[in-house]
């Protein structure tokens, strides 16, 4: 006798509750030992143990009195195997799309209403200008707003099939490859949607779609600091986190908070450093004055509070509104505005060199 016949008279008994499967084939049988005269089975069950097990033992010893030479010592063991781990919830995605992406960044805010989005497109831009090559996803779920800021509404992205995945070809202008939800949504269409759905549209956003070969990945997130942020902080490889914020007291009180989110010691992503928006008021007749609007050194006083750098101060100029409005960002020009995102994306890059 040998361990192959020994199995194949074990393949007699089934598994009533599994579709009459049998046990070799279910993978119970741990360990087949034959020495000489002397037969030793060991059948492996899980931790909760099946409530056939008995009749499974006493089958099995069954089958090999049965087949095997009169006279042979049989002896069936039995030994706890762990379980099969159980499939994650949700999507299956990995970050094989991301392998060939540097740096990625999340680009957040502890509030809304502080010029996130129009901060992270501009800063796109700005980067590809500068001869990076760079993407961003719109991660803002329930108010995409990158469509309208590149004037790519009416843009429907690809998708190609690889295997049994989906891959979602990503929108190109300015320079940059531009992936929202906003492509799939009509922007009349108010997205309601619960945290886990919201999570896995998305990764899909992101985690799906074919980056390429990049140097920044910029993800502009919801603002806030729900379980959104961090289920992305715990499935998106991101390097850390650009704060943006207004110089007024309610959105820095706020910006405390994204700060130690990231902090957490469940997150622990580097908060690079913090954008302060609307930081003065410049008439575009008048580039050189100043309007302290919303208070003065705000920002510079809570980057200081949390040893983080300010990499950028982006003044309330009417082209800036005009541009996003019209698709048109105002990095591409050289006003004073388009000279301040500049700045702010020289000091990024500084920041990961």
């Known amino acids: 006798m040998d361990t192959a016949e020994i199995r194949k008279y074990l393949s007699e008994v089934l598994h009533p509750a599994k579709g009459d499967k049998d046990i070799v084939s279910l993978g119970m049988v741990d360990r087949v030992v034959v020495d000489g ?4 089975v060991t059948l492996g069950f899980p931790k909760h143990r099946d409530p056939l097990a008995e009749y499974l033992i ?6 090999l009195v049965r087949n095997c030479p009169k006279g042979t010592d049989i002896e069936v063991r039995t030994v706890v195997k762990d379980e099969a781990p159980k499939k994650k919830a949700g999507l299956d995605l990995g970050v094989e799309e991301l392998s060939s992406v540097r740096h990625i960044i999340g680009i957040a ?4 209403g502080v010029g996130k989005s129009t901060v992270a497109v501009n800063l796109a ?3 590809a200008r500068m001869g990076y090559r760079v993407g961003l996803a719109d991660a803002d779920v329930y108010g995409p707003s990158v469509p309208k800021m590149t004037d790519t509404e ?8 690889e295997g049994e995945k989906d891959i979602i070809l990503p929108i190109e202008k300015y320079g940059v490859k531009w992936m929202s939800i ?5 922007p009349d269409q108010a997205l309601i949607w619960r945290g886990p759905m ?3 549209a998305l990764k899909q956003m992101i985690l799906q779609v074919r980056w390429g070969e990049l140097d920044f990945l910029l993800i502009d997130m919801p603002p806030g600091t729900g379980d959104i942020h961090i289920s992305l902080v715990h499935d998106i490889p991101m390097e850390g986190a650009v704060i943006v914020t207004t110089p007024q007291a309610v959105a820095l009180a706020d910006v405390e908070k994204g700060v130690n ?3 957490n010691d469940s997150v622990r992503k580097p908060v690079i450093g913090l954008v302060e928006n609307m930081a003065w008021f410049t008439p575009e007749e008048l580039p050189q004055n100043r309007y302290y609007i919303f208070g003065q050194g705000g920002g510079e006083r809570m980057a200081a509070k949390y040893g983080i750098p300010v990499l950028g101060q982006i003044p309330i100029v009417q082209s800036i509104r005009e541009g996003g409005d019209e698709g048109q960002p105002a990095a591409l020009s050289s006003r004073p505005d388009g000279v301040a995102f500049a700045e702010l994306a020289a000091r990024l890059a500084d920041a990961l060199a």
Request: proline share 3%.
């Open 58 to 63: 006493g089958s099995a010893r069954a089958a």
């Open 261 to 263: 989110m990231f902090r």
């Open 125 to 127: 831009v700005a980067l």
């Open 198 to 200: 919201a999570c896995n």
């Open 37 to 40: 005269n002397r037969v030793e």
């Open 109 to 112: 805010s502890g509030k809304g």
């Open 154 to 161: 009416d843009a429907v992205p690809d998708a190609i099939r």
């Open 182 to 186: 906003g492509y799939f949504a009509n």
